[in-house]
Protein backbone atom coordinates (compact mmCIF):
# COMPACT_ATOMS: atom_id res chain seq x y z
CA UNK A 1 0.00 0.00 0.00
CA UNK A 2 2.45 2.39 1.13
CA UNK A 3 4.02 2.29 -2.61
CA UNK A 4 1.30 3.58 -4.14
CA UNK A 5 1.51 6.31 -1.59
CA UNK A 6 -1.84 7.51 0.80
CA UNK A 7 -4.99 6.50 -1.21
CA UNK A 8 -6.82 9.40 -0.26
CA UNK A 9 -5.52 13.33 -0.06
CA UNK A 10 -7.60 16.17 0.55
CA UNK A 11 -6.00 18.48 -1.98
CA UNK A 12 -8.14 19.55 -4.36
CA UNK A 13 -6.53 20.42 -8.37
CA UNK A 14 -6.69 23.81 -10.03
CA UNK A 15 -10.04 23.33 -11.57
CA UNK A 16 -11.39 22.92 -7.99
CA UNK A 17 -12.18 19.12 -8.09
CA UNK A 18 -10.81 16.54 -5.07
CA UNK A 19 -7.60 15.09 -6.27
CA UNK A 20 -8.91 11.44 -5.25
CA UNK A 21 -11.87 11.22 -5.79
CA UNK A 22 -14.10 7.41 -4.82
CA UNK A 23 -12.74 4.84 -2.92
CA UNK A 24 -9.52 2.90 -3.14
CA UNK A 25 -8.33 2.07 -6.66
CA UNK A 26 -9.04 -1.94 -7.44
CA UNK A 27 -5.09 -2.07 -7.07
CA UNK A 28 -5.20 -0.54 -3.68
CA UNK A 29 -8.12 -2.76 -2.88
CA UNK A 30 -6.03 -6.44 -4.16
CA UNK A 31 -3.48 -5.10 -1.59
CA UNK A 32 -5.09 -4.83 1.50
CA UNK A 33 -7.58 -7.75 0.35
CA UNK A 34 -4.72 -9.92 0.06
CA UNK A 35 -2.73 -8.42 3.67
CA UNK A 36 -5.97 -9.06 5.08
CA UNK A 37 -7.17 -12.45 4.51
CA UNK A 38 -3.63 -13.69 4.96
CA UNK A 39 -4.42 -11.95 8.55
CA UNK A 40 -7.17 -13.74 8.90
CA UNK A 41 -5.77 -17.44 7.62
CA UNK A 42 -3.13 -16.93 10.27
CA UNK A 43 -5.45 -15.79 12.91
CA UNK A 44 -7.60 -18.89 12.12
CA UNK A 45 -4.53 -20.98 12.13
CA UNK A 46 -3.11 -19.94 15.59
CA UNK A 47 -6.01 -18.62 18.00
CA UNK A 48 -6.37 -21.93 19.77
CA UNK A 49 -3.06 -21.11 21.22
CA UNK A 50 -4.13 -17.90 22.70
CA UNK A 51 -6.17 -18.33 25.95
CA UNK A 52 -9.56 -17.62 25.28
CA UNK A 53 -10.42 -14.93 27.30
CA UNK A 54 -7.95 -11.88 27.29
CA UNK A 55 -6.66 -10.43 30.86
CA UNK A 56 -7.27 -6.94 30.58
CA UNK A 57 -8.87 -4.77 32.44
CA UNK A 58 -11.99 -2.24 32.07
CA UNK A 59 -10.47 0.78 30.09
CA UNK A 60 -7.32 -0.63 29.19
CA UNK A 61 -7.43 -0.60 25.65
CA UNK A 62 -10.12 2.65 25.66
CA UNK A 63 -6.72 4.10 26.86
CA UNK A 64 -4.97 2.57 23.41
CA UNK A 65 -6.91 4.73 21.47
CA UNK A 66 -6.57 7.91 20.37
CA UNK A 67 -9.13 10.75 21.66
CA UNK A 68 -10.00 11.70 18.18
CA UNK A 69 -10.58 10.48 14.75
CA UNK A 70 -7.78 10.73 12.21
CA UNK A 71 -7.92 14.13 10.77
CA UNK A 72 -5.43 12.56 7.66
CA UNK A 73 -5.88 9.42 5.92
CA UNK A 74 -3.91 6.78 7.38
CA UNK A 75 -1.91 4.05 6.11
CA UNK A 76 -3.65 0.95 5.89
CA UNK A 77 -0.78 -1.26 6.75
CA UNK A 78 -0.80 0.89 9.81
CA UNK A 79 -4.96 0.02 10.16
CA UNK A 80 -4.04 -3.66 9.99
CA UNK A 81 -1.35 -3.41 12.47
CA UNK A 82 -3.50 -2.15 15.34
CA UNK A 83 -5.49 -5.76 14.94
CA UNK A 84 -2.48 -7.57 16.53
CA UNK A 85 -1.47 -4.34 18.81
CA UNK A 86 -4.85 -3.49 20.14
CA UNK A 87 -7.65 -5.75 18.86
CA UNK A 88 -6.23 -9.36 19.49
CA UNK A 89 -5.40 -8.71 23.07
CA UNK A 90 -8.99 -7.03 24.03
CA UNK A 91 -11.02 -9.84 22.32
CA UNK A 92 -12.48 -13.03 23.77
CA UNK A 93 -12.00 -15.93 21.08
CA UNK A 94 -15.43 -16.88 20.57
CA UNK A 95 -13.88 -18.28 17.51
CA UNK A 96 -11.65 -20.83 19.85
CA UNK A 97 -12.14 -24.49 20.05
CA UNK A 98 -11.61 -24.14 23.94
CA UNK A 99 -14.85 -21.43 24.03
CA UNK A 100 -16.94 -23.57 26.39
CA UNK A 101 -19.08 -20.57 27.80
CA UNK A 102 -23.08 -20.01 26.76
CA UNK A 103 -23.07 -21.50 23.80
CA UNK A 104 -20.60 -21.60 21.27
CA UNK A 105 -20.89 -19.68 18.21
CA UNK A 106 -18.40 -20.33 15.26
CA UNK A 107 -17.72 -18.29 11.51
CA UNK A 108 -16.25 -21.21 9.66
CA UNK A 109 -14.44 -20.00 6.48
CA UNK A 110 -16.96 -20.01 3.82
CA UNK A 111 -19.19 -18.11 6.17
CA UNK A 112 -16.11 -15.60 6.69
CA UNK A 113 -16.21 -15.11 2.76
CA UNK A 114 -19.46 -14.70 2.10
CA UNK A 115 -19.81 -11.36 4.88
CA UNK A 116 -17.09 -9.87 2.38
CA UNK A 117 -18.94 -10.74 -0.61
CA UNK A 118 -21.99 -9.43 0.91
CA UNK A 119 -20.33 -6.29 2.15
CA UNK A 120 -18.97 -6.01 -1.26
CA UNK A 121 -22.56 -5.80 -3.25
CA UNK A 122 -24.15 -4.24 -0.04
CA UNK A 123 -27.28 -4.61 -0.82
CA UNK A 124 -30.91 -3.43 1.20
CA UNK A 125 -33.13 -6.28 0.59
CA UNK A 126 -36.74 -4.32 1.96
CA UNK A 127 -38.13 -4.60 -0.94
CA UNK A 128 -38.24 -7.31 -3.51
CA UNK A 129 -37.04 -4.81 -6.12
CA UNK A 130 -34.70 -3.01 -3.97
CA UNK A 131 -32.66 -6.65 -4.55
CA UNK A 132 -34.67 -9.48 -6.09
CA UNK A 133 -31.69 -11.90 -5.31
CA UNK A 134 -31.47 -10.90 -1.56
CA UNK A 135 -35.24 -11.64 -1.02
CA UNK A 136 -35.43 -14.68 -3.36
CA UNK A 137 -32.07 -16.35 -1.83
CA UNK A 138 -33.06 -15.88 1.48
CA UNK A 139 -36.42 -17.39 1.12
CA UNK A 140 -34.50 -20.26 -0.54
CA UNK A 141 -32.43 -20.84 1.80
CA UNK A 142 -34.89 -21.15 4.54
CA UNK A 143 -36.78 -23.49 2.80
CA UNK A 144 -33.59 -25.73 2.15
CA UNK A 145 -33.32 -25.21 6.41
CA UNK A 146 -36.85 -26.01 6.93
CA UNK A 147 -36.34 -29.22 5.00
CA UNK A 148 -33.56 -30.19 6.69
CA UNK A 149 -34.57 -29.95 9.75
CA UNK A 150 -38.30 -31.82 9.06
CA UNK A 151 -40.30 -28.78 9.52
CA UNK A 152 -43.62 -28.42 8.17
CA UNK A 153 -43.54 -27.99 4.61
CA UNK A 154 -45.96 -24.96 4.56
CA UNK A 155 -44.31 -22.66 7.01
CA UNK A 156 -42.93 -19.16 5.47
CA UNK A 157 -39.22 -18.28 7.16
CA UNK A 158 -37.03 -15.79 6.54
CA UNK A 159 -33.97 -14.60 8.28
CA UNK A 160 -33.50 -12.08 11.31
CA UNK A 161 -30.82 -10.62 13.34
CA UNK A 162 -31.00 -12.43 16.81
CA UNK A 163 -33.93 -15.05 18.32
CA UNK A 164 -34.94 -12.81 20.74
CA UNK A 165 -36.32 -10.25 18.27
CA UNK A 166 -38.07 -13.50 16.42
CA UNK A 167 -39.74 -14.13 19.84
CA UNK A 168 -40.39 -10.43 19.99
CA UNK A 169 -42.32 -10.89 16.58
CA UNK A 170 -44.06 -14.07 17.42
CA UNK A 171 -45.43 -12.71 20.30
CA UNK A 172 -46.45 -9.63 18.11
CA UNK A 173 -48.06 -12.00 16.03
CA UNK A 174 -49.84 -13.88 18.70
CA UNK A 175 -51.43 -10.76 20.11
CA UNK A 176 -52.41 -9.38 16.67
CA UNK A 177 -54.39 -12.60 16.31
CA UNK A 178 -56.64 -12.74 19.33
CA UNK A 179 -59.95 -11.69 17.57
CA UNK A 180 -61.38 -8.99 18.97
CA UNK A 181 -58.73 -7.03 20.34
CA UNK A 182 -57.17 -5.14 17.16
CA UNK A 183 -54.49 -3.65 19.39
CA UNK A 184 -52.93 -2.41 16.05
CA UNK A 185 -55.26 0.35 15.73
CA UNK A 186 -56.69 0.87 19.24
CA UNK A 187 -53.67 -0.32 21.42
CA UNK A 188 -53.66 -1.85 24.96
CA UNK A 189 -54.74 0.40 26.65
CA UNK A 190 -58.41 -0.48 28.68
CA UNK A 191 -58.34 -4.28 26.92
CA UNK A 192 -57.90 -6.76 28.97
CA UNK A 193 -54.78 -8.58 30.47
CA UNK A 194 -52.82 -10.06 28.08
CA UNK A 195 -51.10 -13.25 29.61
CA UNK A 196 -47.31 -15.04 28.34
CA UNK A 197 -46.53 -18.46 29.27
CA UNK A 198 -43.12 -19.95 29.55
CA UNK A 199 -41.43 -22.32 31.73
CA UNK A 200 -38.91 -20.79 34.49
CA UNK A 201 -36.43 -22.20 32.82
CA UNK A 202 -36.77 -20.24 29.42
CA UNK A 203 -35.07 -17.23 27.64
CA UNK A 204 -34.73 -13.66 28.83
CA UNK A 205 -35.82 -12.85 25.72
CA UNK A 206 -39.24 -13.67 26.19
CA UNK A 207 -40.33 -11.48 28.72
CA UNK A 208 -38.26 -8.82 27.41
CA UNK A 209 -40.63 -9.23 24.96
CA UNK A 210 -43.40 -9.01 27.15
CA UNK A 211 -42.17 -5.63 28.40
CA UNK A 212 -41.36 -4.28 24.99
CA UNK A 213 -45.43 -5.24 23.73
CA UNK A 214 -46.82 -3.24 26.69
CA UNK A 215 -48.28 -6.61 28.25
CA UNK A 216 -46.00 -5.95 31.31
CA UNK A 217 -44.09 -8.10 33.31
CA UNK A 218 -47.61 -8.64 35.51
CA UNK A 219 -48.83 -10.55 32.60
CA UNK A 220 -45.78 -13.01 31.98
CA UNK A 221 -46.27 -16.01 33.82
CA UNK A 222 -43.19 -18.46 34.37
CA UNK A 223 -44.08 -22.07 34.56
CA UNK A 224 -42.66 -24.50 37.11
CA UNK A 225 -40.00 -27.55 35.21
CA UNK A 226 -39.83 -30.57 36.69
CA UNK A 227 -36.68 -31.97 38.15
CA UNK A 228 -35.29 -32.23 34.44
CA UNK A 229 -35.97 -28.84 34.03
CA UNK A 230 -38.72 -29.37 31.85
CA UNK A 231 -42.33 -27.19 31.99
CA UNK A 232 -44.80 -28.62 34.02
CA UNK A 233 -48.21 -28.74 31.31
CA UNK A 234 -50.84 -29.31 34.14
CA UNK A 235 -48.81 -25.93 35.82
CA UNK A 236 -49.06 -24.54 32.60
CA UNK A 237 -53.01 -25.71 31.88
CA UNK A 238 -53.44 -24.86 35.65
CA UNK A 239 -52.20 -21.13 34.94
CA UNK A 240 -54.39 -20.57 31.85
CA UNK A 241 -57.87 -21.75 33.52
CA UNK A 242 -56.58 -19.31 36.18
CA UNK A 243 -56.11 -16.59 34.31
CA UNK A 244 -59.59 -16.62 32.12
CA UNK A 245 -61.67 -16.78 35.55
CA UNK A 246 -59.79 -13.59 36.45
CA UNK A 247 -60.91 -12.09 33.04
CA UNK A 248 -57.21 -12.30 31.53
CA UNK A 249 -56.78 -13.11 28.08
CA UNK A 250 -53.55 -15.86 27.34
CA UNK A 251 -52.00 -14.55 24.79
CA UNK A 252 -49.07 -17.29 23.70
CA UNK A 253 -47.00 -20.32 24.88
CA UNK A 254 -43.11 -20.35 24.63
CA UNK A 255 -42.15 -23.73 24.31
CA UNK A 256 -38.20 -24.22 24.68
CA UNK A 257 -36.54 -26.75 22.58
CA UNK A 258 -32.79 -26.33 24.82
CA UNK A 259 -32.97 -23.96 27.09
CA UNK A 260 -30.37 -21.86 27.84
CA UNK A 261 -29.35 -23.61 31.56
CA UNK A 262 -29.34 -26.87 30.90
CA UNK A 263 -30.40 -27.39 27.06
CA UNK A 264 -33.71 -29.26 28.39
CA UNK A 265 -36.31 -30.18 26.00
CA UNK A 266 -39.91 -28.86 27.20
CA UNK A 267 -42.34 -31.76 26.76
CA UNK A 268 -44.26 -29.38 23.46
CA UNK A 269 -46.65 -32.30 22.27
CA UNK A 270 -48.51 -31.72 25.31
CA UNK A 271 -47.78 -27.89 25.11
CA UNK A 272 -49.05 -28.28 21.80
CA UNK A 273 -52.33 -29.85 22.80
CA UNK A 274 -52.97 -27.44 25.73
CA UNK A 275 -52.47 -24.62 22.80
CA UNK A 276 -54.69 -26.20 20.40
CA UNK A 277 -57.66 -26.61 22.77
CA UNK A 278 -57.39 -23.32 24.22
CA UNK A 279 -56.68 -21.22 20.81
CA UNK A 280 -53.37 -20.36 22.59
CA UNK A 281 -50.45 -18.83 19.57
CA UNK A 282 -47.83 -21.47 20.17
CA UNK A 283 -44.60 -20.07 19.89
CA UNK A 284 -40.92 -22.41 20.42
CA UNK A 285 -37.67 -20.99 20.85
CA UNK A 286 -35.21 -23.73 19.69
CA UNK A 287 -32.04 -20.81 19.32
CA UNK A 288 -29.13 -23.30 20.08
CA UNK A 289 -30.77 -26.35 19.47
CA UNK A 290 -32.45 -26.07 16.45
CA UNK A 291 -29.15 -27.09 14.58
CA UNK A 292 -29.20 -30.45 15.94
CA UNK A 293 -32.97 -31.24 14.01
CA UNK A 294 -30.29 -31.59 11.11
CA UNK A 295 -29.71 -35.27 12.63
CA UNK A 296 -32.19 -37.63 12.19
CA UNK A 297 -30.90 -39.18 15.65
CA UNK A 298 -32.08 -36.30 17.32
CA UNK A 299 -35.71 -35.30 15.90
CA UNK A 300 -37.26 -36.77 18.82
CA UNK A 301 -36.30 -33.87 20.97
CA UNK A 302 -38.23 -31.67 17.89
CA UNK A 303 -41.65 -33.95 18.51
CA UNK A 304 -44.79 -31.86 18.62
CA UNK A 305 -43.04 -28.64 16.64
CA UNK A 306 -44.96 -29.34 13.78
CA UNK A 307 -48.09 -27.68 15.41
CA UNK A 308 -45.91 -24.56 16.55
CA UNK A 309 -47.89 -20.96 15.29
CA UNK A 310 -44.28 -20.07 15.01
CA UNK A 311 -40.22 -21.26 15.67
CA UNK A 312 -37.00 -19.38 15.77
CA UNK A 313 -33.60 -21.17 15.96
CA UNK A 314 -29.95 -19.48 15.58
CA UNK A 315 -27.71 -20.87 12.27
CA UNK A 316 -25.25 -18.54 13.91
CA UNK A 317 -25.09 -20.19 16.78
CA UNK A 318 -24.49 -24.39 15.95
CA UNK A 319 -24.21 -24.15 12.01
CA UNK A 320 -21.19 -22.57 11.74
CA UNK A 321 -22.45 -19.22 9.99
CA UNK A 322 -20.97 -16.25 11.76
CA UNK A 323 -23.65 -14.07 13.38
CA UNK A 324 -25.97 -13.06 13.19
CA UNK A 325 -28.28 -15.33 10.87
CA UNK A 326 -31.77 -16.36 12.92
CA UNK A 327 -34.41 -17.99 10.99
CA UNK A 328 -37.70 -17.50 11.80
CA UNK A 329 -40.77 -19.44 10.67
CA UNK A 330 -43.91 -18.75 11.02
CA UNK A 331 -47.56 -20.98 9.87
CA UNK A 332 -48.95 -17.54 9.72
CA UNK A 333 -47.23 -15.04 7.87
CA UNK A 334 -50.90 -13.13 6.90
CA UNK A 335 -51.00 -12.24 10.42
CA UNK A 336 -47.34 -10.77 11.07
CA UNK A 337 -48.00 -9.16 7.66
CA UNK A 338 -51.31 -7.49 9.28
CA UNK A 339 -49.13 -6.16 12.49
CA UNK A 340 -46.75 -4.40 10.85
CA UNK A 341 -47.12 -4.08 6.95
CA UNK A 342 -47.30 -0.36 6.74
CA UNK A 343 -46.37 1.23 2.97
CA UNK A 344 -45.56 4.69 2.26
CA UNK A 345 -45.45 6.46 -1.01
CA UNK A 346 -41.98 6.46 -1.28
CA UNK A 347 -41.39 2.24 -1.05
CA UNK A 348 -44.58 1.63 -3.03
CA UNK A 349 -44.01 -1.93 -5.00
CA UNK A 350 -45.61 -4.09 -7.78
CA UNK A 351 -48.97 -5.51 -6.28
CA UNK A 352 -47.87 -9.00 -5.64
CA UNK A 353 -44.05 -8.39 -4.85
CA UNK A 354 -42.82 -10.26 -1.40
CA UNK A 355 -41.17 -7.64 0.46
CA UNK A 356 -39.80 -8.73 3.98
CA UNK A 357 -40.17 -5.58 5.30
CA UNK A 358 -43.63 -5.89 5.47
CA UNK A 359 -43.11 -8.73 8.60
CA UNK A 360 -41.14 -7.54 10.82
CA UNK A 361 -39.98 -4.14 12.41
CA UNK A 362 -36.78 -3.06 10.73
CA UNK A 363 -37.44 -1.64 6.86
CA UNK A 364 -33.38 -2.00 5.91
CA UNK A 365 -32.38 -5.37 5.79
CA UNK A 366 -28.43 -6.70 5.20
CA UNK A 367 -27.49 -9.70 2.94
CA UNK A 368 -27.38 -12.45 4.95
CA UNK A 369 -28.80 -15.49 2.53
CA UNK A 370 -24.99 -15.74 1.22
CA UNK A 371 -23.27 -16.87 4.07
CA UNK A 372 -25.94 -19.75 4.66
CA UNK A 373 -25.42 -20.58 1.38
CA UNK A 374 -22.14 -21.30 1.01
CA UNK A 375 -21.93 -22.69 4.53
CA UNK A 376 -24.75 -25.19 3.36
CA UNK A 377 -22.99 -25.62 -0.16
CA UNK A 378 -19.47 -25.66 1.13
CA UNK A 379 -19.78 -28.41 3.64
CA UNK A 380 -22.85 -30.38 2.08
CA UNK A 381 -25.68 -31.30 4.71
CA UNK A 382 -23.79 -34.67 5.39
CA UNK A 383 -20.96 -32.38 6.16
CA UNK A 384 -23.13 -30.11 9.08
CA UNK A 385 -24.35 -33.11 10.49
CA UNK A 386 -21.28 -34.41 10.97
CA UNK A 387 -20.06 -31.90 12.82
CA UNK A 388 -22.89 -31.81 14.91
CA UNK A 389 -23.11 -35.18 15.67
CA UNK A 390 -19.40 -35.37 16.71
CA UNK A 391 -20.19 -32.60 19.40
CA UNK A 392 -22.80 -34.53 20.85
CA UNK A 393 -20.89 -37.34 21.29
CA UNK A 394 -17.81 -35.20 22.57
CA UNK A 395 -20.67 -33.83 25.19
CA UNK A 396 -21.87 -37.47 25.70
CA UNK A 397 -18.30 -38.77 26.73
CA UNK A 398 -17.49 -35.84 28.61
CA UNK A 399 -20.60 -36.25 30.53
CA UNK A 400 -19.85 -40.14 31.22
CA UNK A 401 -16.40 -38.45 32.69
CA UNK A 402 -17.77 -35.91 35.14
CA UNK A 403 -21.06 -39.48 35.59
CA UNK A 404 -17.81 -41.35 36.42
CA UNK A 405 -15.62 -39.11 39.17
CA UNK A 406 -15.84 -38.76 42.41
CA UNK A 407 -15.28 -35.18 42.31
CA UNK A 408 -18.06 -34.18 40.25
CA UNK A 409 -21.62 -35.02 39.67
CA UNK A 410 -23.96 -34.04 36.37
CA UNK A 411 -26.47 -31.75 37.46
CA UNK A 412 -28.59 -32.07 34.56
CA UNK A 413 -29.20 -34.52 31.44
CA UNK A 414 -27.33 -33.99 28.90
CA UNK A 415 -29.47 -34.24 25.38
CA UNK A 416 -27.52 -31.99 23.19
CA UNK A 417 -23.79 -31.05 23.44
CA UNK A 418 -23.40 -29.20 26.57
CA UNK A 419 -22.73 -30.60 29.85
CA UNK A 420 -23.89 -29.14 33.38
CA UNK A 421 -21.92 -30.26 36.36
CA UNK A 422 -21.11 -29.65 40.26
CA UNK A 423 -17.91 -30.25 42.16
CA UNK A 424 -18.19 -31.88 45.09
CA UNK A 425 -16.01 -31.43 48.12
CA UNK A 426 -17.51 -33.61 51.15
CA UNK A 427 -17.26 -32.00 54.28
CA UNK A 428 -17.75 -28.53 52.87
CA UNK A 429 -21.12 -26.42 52.93
CA UNK A 430 -24.00 -25.84 50.60
CA UNK A 431 -22.79 -22.24 50.14
CA UNK A 432 -18.64 -23.12 50.09
CA UNK A 433 -19.00 -25.77 47.51
CA UNK A 434 -21.22 -23.34 45.36
CA UNK A 435 -18.69 -20.92 45.54
CA UNK A 436 -15.99 -23.49 45.21
CA UNK A 437 -17.91 -24.10 41.85
CA UNK A 438 -18.14 -20.36 40.64
CA UNK A 439 -13.71 -20.31 41.60
CA UNK A 440 -13.28 -23.59 40.03
CA UNK A 441 -14.84 -22.35 36.24
CA UNK A 442 -12.75 -19.18 36.77
CA UNK A 443 -9.45 -21.50 37.58
CA UNK A 444 -9.97 -23.29 34.29
CA UNK A 445 -10.58 -19.90 32.54
CA UNK A 446 -7.38 -18.64 33.81
CA UNK A 447 -5.04 -21.68 32.42
CA UNK A 448 -6.01 -19.74 28.70
CA UNK A 449 -7.47 -23.21 27.43
CA UNK A 450 -10.56 -23.46 28.13
CA UNK A 451 -13.23 -20.75 28.97
CA UNK A 452 -16.09 -22.13 31.19
CA UNK A 453 -19.18 -20.19 32.49
CA UNK A 454 -21.45 -20.67 35.53
CA UNK A 455 -25.73 -20.76 35.78
CA UNK A 456 -27.94 -21.02 38.58
CA UNK A 457 -29.70 -24.37 38.72
CA UNK A 458 -32.62 -24.41 41.90
CA UNK A 459 -30.46 -21.68 43.67
CA UNK A 460 -27.12 -23.82 43.53
CA UNK A 461 -24.42 -22.89 41.50
CA UNK A 462 -23.40 -24.94 38.48
CA UNK A 463 -20.48 -25.00 35.53
CA UNK A 464 -21.81 -25.45 31.86
CA UNK A 465 -19.60 -26.92 29.25
CA UNK A 466 -20.80 -26.35 26.18
CA UNK A 467 -19.65 -27.45 23.01
CA UNK A 468 -20.13 -26.15 19.86
CA UNK A 469 -16.78 -24.38 18.26
CA UNK A 470 -16.57 -26.41 14.79
CA UNK A 471 -12.53 -26.43 15.91
CA UNK A 472 -13.36 -28.68 19.42
CA UNK A 473 -12.06 -32.25 19.70
CA UNK A 474 -11.74 -34.99 21.70
CA UNK A 475 -8.11 -33.98 22.74
CA UNK A 476 -9.12 -30.33 23.95
CA UNK A 477 -12.17 -32.12 25.93
CA UNK A 478 -9.61 -34.37 27.17
CA UNK A 479 -7.63 -31.40 28.45
CA UNK A 480 -10.30 -29.61 30.36
CA UNK A 481 -11.38 -32.67 32.04
CA UNK A 482 -7.74 -33.27 33.32
CA UNK A 483 -7.16 -29.19 34.67
CA UNK A 484 -11.09 -29.24 35.99
CA UNK A 485 -9.94 -32.67 37.91
CA UNK A 486 -6.50 -30.39 38.37
CA UNK A 487 -8.00 -27.49 40.06
CA UNK A 488 -10.49 -29.23 41.49
CA UNK A 489 -7.63 -30.84 44.29
CA UNK A 490 -6.18 -27.91 44.41
CA UNK A 491 -9.23 -25.99 45.36
CA UNK A 492 -9.79 -28.85 48.33
CA UNK A 493 -6.49 -28.52 49.66
CA UNK A 494 -6.39 -23.84 50.19
CA UNK A 495 -8.37 -21.89 51.72
CA UNK A 496 -9.71 -19.73 48.38
CA UNK A 497 -12.96 -19.36 49.22
CA UNK A 498 -12.97 -17.10 52.67
CA UNK A 499 -16.94 -17.29 53.37
CA UNK A 500 -17.72 -15.12 56.05
CA UNK A 501 -21.85 -16.12 55.73
CA UNK A 502 -21.40 -19.76 57.42
C1 LIG B 1 -29.21 -17.91 22.83
C2 LIG B 1 -30.65 -18.07 23.10
C3 LIG B 1 -31.55 -17.03 22.84
C4 LIG B 1 -31.13 -15.66 22.42
O1 LIG B 1 -30.48 -15.61 21.23
P1 LIG B 1 -30.17 -14.23 20.52
O2 LIG B 1 -30.08 -14.63 19.10
O3 LIG B 1 -28.87 -13.76 21.09
O4 LIG B 1 -31.27 -13.29 20.79
C5 LIG B 1 -32.89 -17.27 23.02
N1 LIG B 1 -33.33 -18.46 23.46
C6 LIG B 1 -32.50 -19.47 23.74
C7 LIG B 1 -33.05 -20.77 24.20
C8 LIG B 1 -31.12 -19.31 23.58
O5 LIG B 1 -30.29 -20.32 23.87
Given at each position: ??????????????????????????????????????????????????????????????????????????????????????????????????????????????????????????????????????????????????????????????????????????????????????????????????????????????????????????????????????????????????????????????????????????????????????????????????????????????????????????????????????????????????????????????????????????????????????????????????????????????????????????????PFSTVCLQAVWP????????????????????????????????????????????????????????????????????????????
Amino acid sequence: MTSQGTPFRASRSADGRPEAPGDWTADQFRDAGHATIEWIAQYLETVGDSPVVPSCRPGEIEAKLPSFAPEQSEDFERILQDLDKIVEPGMTHWNHPGFLAYFGITSSSPGILAEMVAAAFNPNGMLWKTSPVATELELKMLAWLRELSALPEDWFGFLLDTASMGTFLALAAARESIPGLNVRERGLAGGPGLCVYASDQAHLSVEKAVIALGLGRDGFRAIESDDQFKMRPDRLAEAIKHDRRDGRVPCAVVGTVGTTSTTSVDPIPEIAKICVRESIWLHVDAAYAGSAALLSSKRHHFLGCEQADSYVFNPHKWLFVPIDATAFYTKHPDVLHRAFCLVPDYLRSEDGDLNLMDYGLQMGRRFRALKLWWVLRAFGAEGLRERISYHCELATQFAGWIGKSERFELAAPVPFSTVCLQAVWPGKGEREVDDCNEELAARVTKTGRAFLATTKLRGRTVIRVAIGNIGTDGARMKEVFEILEREHDQLACSEATPNPGT
